[in-house]
């Protein structure tokens, strides 16, 4: 596949490898915030090959780990009322709420949709006049245009029996706040590239500089993320704390000023409670007043009953990069992708299912155990 | 899923117990003969004698038997390449090849959803029976139920089957040695995209096909040739992860894949990029994993070759000692990478 | 965040600004994508698509700029024949 094979290209990322061990003075801790390049990260064994040269934690990148449990409580909810139909993007299935996840209550009886696009939750709604159609819009600035679309064109078609459960997140404040973290030992972020498709990277300027750490735009495939770390590290290594792009083929400083517009036009930023990381300053997005008859909490109202985290979970922890997967009691044991204590565990985006899966499940520790 | 989804135009409301089943269908008294006689055995043609009585009274076959049993309840009923009556009796027939059987005998059980249009029974028993006449096999019994609307996704089948057993017999997973080599049939993940892509409506063109063919042919080439296969499987949920897993369990070795070595048909590598679906864990149905003695891989990979269905075949792997991981892939930076199990069926994401 | 695959657009289908779409190339398959966010791309263009939508224009200029800084590093002459990356090991 073109734009991506060359970008898996096992050669080319062995000679990055060798680049970057040749170019550290020193093993420096980078941050990589989207989930996809989290799991990229492992997949391909890179975390590992680098291991003395660069320590890579990992962030809240995973949009569908950060979902309140009080959207999630409510998409249920709102899927087990009669005559309504949720659709929903895969990823958020299994995700566990308070009593459940969305797969549970289909199985149930629910009527909850599977879709790839805001668009087929449009088409679903078309087909079916009958039913309200809630679409649960999760992501985030990559997603939110793709939302903003839908709504838009919801309005054109006049479709009475649409709305959105809103939960679309902003990357640059929780990249902010945990570097006001005491505790924060990130030297240099690796910026999420498909985001930065939309946003651009201007507003990184202001958080190198304030901060002092290098922001590489990274993208997704392997030699992609080395070609990453590769910058970000030069650049600490020569103490300059600038933001760099190294996915210039998808991301432009100024980014996609027609999504934007399409954003603009619907959304309002606001302060909002990240799952596991708490409440954010102008952490998500919102549908603006004029377009809040589109917003399914005003049509149906909010979730009637109480949020229940699970205690056990530390993804809050794992989310701001402060606990590995593997170090939490619970990973492999209590908690595994198929019975899952929370959102990290599960998604595809997750850190946790990144470990659970790259770096072997702890059954295999028995196979180890077991004698020639 | 309605009718809608099953792949053929709906047929109109006010239509009678001829067009479509009924509970009556399922009683057992003049609706069920007559469905029997009138329906079933006609789309069955050439329909085997011992069909219309209680139990079908056979030779004694002569050598073991290998008896296998299995479930189908494919959603939507129809996908490109494939049905849910040619799925029943390949699927069925496949588990009876990877013994080491030739199938002889098949049993077709039948639970039906009200409402269902005879049309669409008829097309798929027509098509159980042009996949019977292709591997061979005969369906001497069967039964049929009906239950009431809502239930049954429209239509599923339940078979037995009894092959007879051909030395030699694969030894199996349990015997799997360090050296063995690992094979694949054919490009992976084609199943499971199809089914997908149909029953989601994805608009995915040109439509994804299924691998869904016997097995046998392939299984008889490596026979002929006396290539020393180990253990062999069909990869179908779980896909070639779910059977690498269970021999790694078994033999308590390391099964090691390389990735840019496994096949993939561009059709079904563009879906799963798009969908975010590792092809490692879809389901196939035309498909197997093979494990043969050390040096054996290339002969085994011609001799599938020969066969139009299998000519991608490769080699795509070893068994190992025990290391980090039951099943790890090679990802081409030079390290082996576990690879997890399935985790219930692949779920497209956006993520 | 995020899975965005490149195609080709292969067709303009709607060209409407807020309905837009086109057929976009995935490795021989075609799906319909919405447009609304690239309305300006040409046919022949590679987009990324996420979600259904594509979200950018890849640029072929920068793509091989890229490679062409990696070719300076040194690449396969380097590399040690014996360890093919085909190789079953």
Known sequence: MKYVDEFRDPRRAQSLVREIHGRVSRRWTLMEVCGGQTHGLLRYGIAEELADAVELIHGPGCPVCVTSLAAIDLAIELACRAGTIVASFGDMLRVPGSRGSLADARSAGAAVRMVYSPLDAIEIARRNPTEQVVFFAVGFETTAPATAVAVQQAKELDLQNFSLLVSHVRVLPAMESLLQQPDARIDGFLAAGHVCTITGYEPYDKLADQYRVPVVVTGFEPVDLLAGILECVSLLESRSFEVKNCYSRSVCRDGNQAARKLMDEVYEIIDCDWRGLGMLLQGGLRLRPEWRHFDATFRFGGCSLPVIETPECQGGLVLSGRLKPHECPSFGGACTPDRPLGAPMVSSEGACAAYYRYRGAPIDATLNAVSD | ?351 | MCLAIPGKLTQWINRDPLFATAEVEFASIRRVCHMACVPEALVGDYVLVHAGVAITRVDPAEAQRLLDDLQSLGTADEWPPEEDPHEIR
Request: net charge negative; proline share 8%; aromatic share 2%.
């Open chain 2, 1 to 351: 899923m309605t009718f809608a989804t099953a792949g053929i135009a709906c047929p109109t409301m006010h239509s009678s117990s001829q067009d479509r089943i009924t509970l009556a269908h399922g009683e057992g008294g003049r609706q069920s003969r007559r469905l029997i006689a009138e329906v079933i055995l006609p789309a069955l043609n050439p329909a085997d004698q011992h069909l219309t009585e209680d139990a079908a009274c056979l030779p004694q076959p002569t050598g073991p038997i290998a008896f296998t049993t299995d479930s189908f309840v494919v959603s939507p009923i129809f996908f490109p390449a494939g049905d849910i009556g040619s799925l029943s009796v390949f699927g069925t027939t496949n588990d009876l090849a990877v013994a080491g059987a030739v199938p002889l005998w098949m049993s077709l059980a039948l639970v039906l959803e009200e409402g269902l249009p005879m049309s669409i029974l008829s097309r798929v028993l027509a098509s159980v029976g042009r996949a019977a006449r292709e591997v061979g096999v005969r369906v001497v019994t069967g039964d049929t139920k009906v239950v009431p609307k809502g239930m049954a996704d429209g239509l599923y089948i339940n078979t037995a089957a009894v092959g007879l057993i051909r030395p030699p017999v694969p030894a199996g997973p349990t015997a799997l040695a360090v050296g063995d080599e690992l094979i694949l049939s054919g490009p992976i993940a084609r199943h499971g995209v199809a089914v997908l892509a149909a029953r989601e409506q994805l608009g995915i063109l040109p439509e994804p096909t299924s691998d869904c063919g016997s097995l046998l042919p392939g299984v008889e080439a490596l026979r002929r040739r006396s290539i020393p296969v180990r253990a062999i499987r069909d990869a179908t949920r779980g896909g070639v992860s779910a059977v690498l897993h269970e021999w790694a369990r078994d033999c308590r070795l390391s099964l090691s894949i390389n990735e840019l070595s496994i096949p993939v048909a561009d059709e079904t590598r563009g879906v799963c990029e798009l969908l975010g679906l590792d092809p490692l864990h879809v389901a196939n149905e035309g498909t197997m994993v093979i494990a043969v003695a050390p040096g054996a891989g290339e002969a085994a990979v011609a001799a599938l070759q020969e066969l139009p269905q299998h000519r991608q075949a490769a080699l795509c792997g070893v068994v190992q000692v025990r290391q980090l991981a039951s099943v790890v892939v090679q990802r081409g930076l030079g390290r082996a990478i576990p690879l997890d199990e399935p985790q219930g069926a692949p779920l497209p994401r956006i993520c």
